[in-house]
């Protein structure tokens, strides 16, 4: 429970600076939560715009965000190994694992807005384009798990 409570704080606290400055997360707590509201956001407002009105509008914007949050995942990746190869702790390895986890749904994400704009002709559109979400939170999920991992070994010492 004191390892809920202490993921849950360290992810509001990360993303309300993160949003009320509109800057790139700079920790991986930030990162992990940053993706995951992307992944609500895609799959409870893309999903339907695109097959509405609003598709030219969605399609524009939800592909400069996920490119933004790759690059800044790239960034946390590399920063992230280099403190693994530095001091290969639990924490590290956790750390490490969740910003690539965060990474793979945004690759997920970026996957089913490609199909839901890219190819919405197409009659397995729609269904790439969900089961690409559902996999994207898949990944977020398993991302949170090893943020509670990290916690668990920071709460060990």
């Known amino acids: ?3 809920l409570i202490w993921v849950a704080t360290l992810l509001t606290a990360q993303q309300a600076s993160a949003q009320a400055t509109q800057v790139a997360p700079t920790t991986v707590g930030g990162y992990v939560g ?4 992307l992944v609500f956001e895609v799959r409870t407002e893309l ?3 695109v097959t509405g009105a609003r598709r030219t509008e969605a399609c524009q914007f939800t592909p400069n965000k996920v490119q933004a949050l790759l690059d800044r995942g790239n960034e946390l990746t590399n920063q992230q190994r280099s403190a693994y190869a ?3 702790t639990p924490t590290n390895a956790s750390l490490y694992l969740a910003v690539t986890q965060a990474r793979s749904a945004l690759l997920s994400i970026q996957e089913g807005v490609n199909a839901a704009c890219l190819y919405a002709r197409e009659p397995l559109a729609a269904s790439v384009a969900s089961l690409s979400l559902k996999v994207a939170q898949l990944e977020v999920e398993q991302a949170f798990g090893e943020l509670g991992k ?4 920071l709460g060990t010492r």
């Not at 940053?34 to 509201?37: I, P």
């Not at 990290?150 to 070994?153: F, S």
Request: charged share 20%; net charge positive.
């Open 1 to 3: 429970m004191k390892r």
């Open 150 to 153: 990290a916690a668990d070994a």
């Open 47 to 49: 999903a339907p715009a």
């Open 86 to 88: 530095a001091n290969a």
């Open 34 to 37: 940053q993706v995951s509201s």
